[in-house]
Structure formats: C-alpha cells, structure tokens
C-alpha cells in the first residue's frame, strides 16, 4: 500500500472514532444531566426521542464496529511484521 493510501486510512479512522466518541456522549447526555431533587417522579420520554435515542444508537454502534474493523484490517494486513534474522 502507498503511504497517501495508509495516511487516509489512519485519518478516516480517526474521524470515525470521534465522531462515535460524540455521538456516545450525545447518547448518554440526557442520563447524567442534573434533575431536581424535589422530582422524584418518572421521566416520561416522548416516542420520537425513543426513535432518536435508537438510531443514535445504532449509527455509534456501526461507527464503533467500523472503527474496530478498520483497525484491525489496517493493523493484521498492512502493519509492518517483524524481521526474522
């Protein structure tokens, strides 16, 4: 592989873990926000941001395997193997 070729890889790879590092962060916002003390009633959710929570979900899940496939594509096939004298 030529090295424009791997640079691309590593910068795509690395897009691709942030932007599943920030969609897990978007995902998780709503959980770790602050509520009243005096509230202890049931948050309701309404049914379109259940919808909006699954596919979030579901797109950082794919971006996250992607990732790891990418990595272990990149690392098993073109990483450098060691010499043997």
């Known amino acids: 592989m030529s090295a ?3 640079k691309f890889i590593n910068i ?5 873990i942030i932007a599943s590092f920030l969609l897990g962060l978007s995902f998780l916002r709503p ?3 602050p509520q009243p003390a005096f509230n202890y009633q049931e948050v309701k959710i309404s ?3 259940q ?3 699954l596919i979030v979900g579901i797109i ?3 971006s996250a395997v992607a990732t790891l496939t990418l990595i272990m594509v990149n690392t ?3 990483g450098k193997k060691p010499k043997s004298n």
């Open 4 to 6: 424009k070729m791997m």
């Open 60 to 62: 950082g899940g794919i």
């Open 51 to 53: 919808i909006a929570r």
């Open 12 to 16: 795509t790879g690395s897009i691709v």
């Open 76 to 78: 098993f096939f073109f």
């Open 31 to 33: 959980l770790v926000e």
């Open 47 to 49: 049914e379109l941001e």
